[in-house]
């Protein structure tokens, strides 16, 4: 399930640099999920453990210049 919501995350980044002129075919794009968090959260209250996993809700991005 994370790993669906990662990709999809980073889809919708390609597609908003796609839309401003950004070749797609120059665009990769992959999920992790929980496969590299940022944070380390205990189990607890809803709201505090969705305020604590919020830094692994990202999309990075590595550009390099041909």
Do not use: F
Request: charged letters at 25%; hydrophobic letters at 40%; glycine letters at 8%.
């Amino acid at each position: 399930y994370n790993w669906r919501l990662s990709l999809a995350r980073a889809e919708s980044v390609k597609a908003y640099l796609v839309e401003h002129g950004i070749a797609g075919d120059a665009i990769a794009t992959e999920g992790r999920g929980a496969s590299e968090p940022v944070a380390q959260c205990e189990a607890g209250p809803r709201p505090a453990l969705a305020a604590c996993l919020q830094p692994d809700r990202r999309v990075r991005m590595e550009l390099s210049k041909d």
